[in-house]
């Protein structure tokens, strides 16, 4: 599994280096400006980015190769959930970053901000739920055939962080609603955990079906 884990980090970076500049930009730009809508954008296409290391994986055949070595099938799904997850880390750590920067310049502590650690909390949960939806039917379709719906997701949130960038006070009220609903923050979390192990057994149960 650990051989796993360094190729995706390798192909991340290999084939992510734009990627990773232009987040960059993203979230100095949600630091130096005081808002959190460029910084949504990052966390949410790191979200969708495993489902672009599997269409390089198809591509290349490397499902048919690992699986001539000692990996299994539960070993190349499992490994693209736990990259999930680390980006999910990742964003987190960016997020933070980008607020104590922002606090800093602003001279405003937005990380201790009760709005602010839920927005940031709510960012966190859809950046897991964007591929809990998404990698079961990557696993099912293909990359290929799935594409179609890749795309359409890509263009929802893309178009989803570019309005959420310039109208900053709708994630402010979304997080507002969470401050104020003690119980939602538990509720949001059981329910996207439930969802992400939903559906990392539904991809094991669909690639060990498919036909490769």
């Given at each position: 599994m650990k051989g796993l884990l360094l190729k995706e980090l390798y192909l991340f970076w290999h084939h992510g280096r734009l990627f990773i500049l232009l987040a960059a930009i993203m979230a100095a730009i949600s630091a130096f400006g005081g808002t959190i809508g460029p910084m949504l954008s990052v966390v949410m296409f790191f979200g969708i980015y495993p489902m672009t290391l599997q269409a390089y994986d198809e591509r290349s055949k490397w499902p048919q190769y690992a699986l001539t070595l000692t990996y299994s099938r539960s070993d190349l799904v499992n490994i693209k959930y736990i990259l999930v997850l680390i980006l999910a880390l990742v964003s987190s750590v960016i997020a933070a970053a980008v607020s104590c920067i922002s606090g800093i310049i602003y001279d405003k502590p937005m990380s201790l901000d009760p709005i602010y650690l839920s927005t940031l909390f709510v960012i966190c949960?859809?950046?897991?739920?964007?591929?809990?939806?998404?990698?079961?039917?990557?696993?099912?379709?293909?990359?290929?055939?799935?594409r179609l719906l890749y795309c359409i997701f890509g263009g929802?949130?893309?178009?989803?962080?570019?309005?959420?960038?310039?109208?900053?006070?709708?994630?402010?009220?979304?997080?507002?609603?969470?401050?104020?609903?003690?119980?939602?923050?538990?509720?949001?979390?059981?329910?996207?955990?439930?969802?992400f192990g939903a559906s990392w057994l539904l991809s094991l149960k669909l690639f060990k079906r498919r036909e490769l």
């Open positions: 949960l859809l950046m897991c739920s964007v591929p809990s939806l998404m990698l079961p039917f990557v696993f099912w379709l293909g990359a290929e055939k799935g929802l949130i893309g178009a989803a962080g570019g309005m959420l960038s310039s109208s900053s006070f709708v994630v402010a009220g979304i997080a507002a609603d969470v401050v104020s609903s003690p119980l939602l923050i538990p509720g949001l979390l059981a329910a996207a955990t439930a969802l």
